[in-house]
């Protein structure tokens, strides 16, 4: 059946169902789309957060166990010194942990190199400790490797898993901030989509409207040309609507 030969009610009816259901198609994808995009920010934040706070809790280790190891060395008496090498020893183990856990869930580059340079700080630091033990059992100088050597390591150790932490924070502010652009351009195509539902709706209005004050607008032109007088006007109209009948 073409469309011209619909009623008027279901031509209205036609075009407001179209509208309203290119209008609900919009919405729907622009809400899945958001959908979509928070549930993945909210994956990428939970992941960056869990790294930052594996490394907080990795330096945290690290001073635990090299405060131990210090006080350990520079203990007086071989009482201390076991007690502080037996904390030494699971502190070391947890950070041994923590160490295999970040690295499983580090992904870039960056981060990677700093971890490598973690890990060879910690083979020095162990180097290290092991020289000092040397010093302190052959009752050498223990206070001025430790000084001089142990703490500068410790240091080094510690400040390469500031960076780390540093290039985490720095990631997750960049993904969030990447997150806002890309929920704006959503935003964006969003309304875009919408506005030309709106002007596609305007423009079947308006082709509806056409449709239905044709024909009135060719009864009227037929009127006034019999009025004048003229009678050879063709009346046949070949819709099959209220306003072709």
């Given amino acids: 059946m073409q469309f011209k030969n619909l009623s008027v009610a279901k031509k209205i009816w036609l075009l407001m ?24 920010l909210r994956e990428e934040v939970q992941t960056m957060e869990e790294r930052i706070r594996l490394v907080v809790e990795l330096r945290g280790s690290v001073e635990t166990a090299a405060g131990y190891l ?21 502190a070391a183990a947890h950070m041994t942990e923590l160490m295999q856990s970040t690295e499983s869930r580090l992904r870039s ?4 190199a700093l971890f490598q340079q973690i890990v060879d700080k910690r083979a020095k630091l ?11 059992r052959n009752d050498g100088d223990v206070v001025r490797l ?10 080094s150790f510690i400040a390469d898993l500031n960076a780390l932490v540093q290039l985490q924070e720095q990631m997750l502010a960049s993904t969030l901030a990447q997150a806002e652009r ?62 072709g009948e």
């Avoid at 007690?83 to 030494?88: D, L, M, S």
């Avoid at 162990?126 to 302190?136: D, K, M």
């Avoid at 430790?146 to 240091?155: F, G, S, W």
């Avoid at 959503?186 to 082709?207: F, I, R």
Wanted: no cysteine.
């Fill in 182 to 243: 890309e929920r704006t351009t959503s935003y964006a195509l969003g309304l875009a989509a919408l506005a030309v539902v709106v002007v596609l709706g305007l423009l079947l209005a308006v082709w509806l409207v056409r449709q239905l004050t044709a024909p009135l607008a060719r009864a009227v032109a037929l009127s006034h040309a019999i009025a004048a007088g003229n009678l050879t006007q063709d009346v046949h109209d070949d819709r099959k609507d209220e306003l």
């Fill in 146 to 155: 430790v000084r001089a050597d142990l703490v500068p390591v410790v240091e």
């Fill in 126 to 136: 162990n180097t290290v400790a092991e020289q000092v033990g040397l010093e302190r």
């Fill in 70 to 90: 210090i006080a350990g060395n520079l203990a007086q008496d071989s009482e201390s010194m076991q007690f502080f090498e037996g904390k030494f020893g699971q």
């Fill in 17 to 40: 169902l179209l509208v309203m259901a290119a209008m609900l198609l919009a919405g729907v994808g622009m809400t899945a789309s958001m959908k979509q995009l928070e549930s993945h």
């Fill in 109 to 112: 580059a960056e981060g990677r």
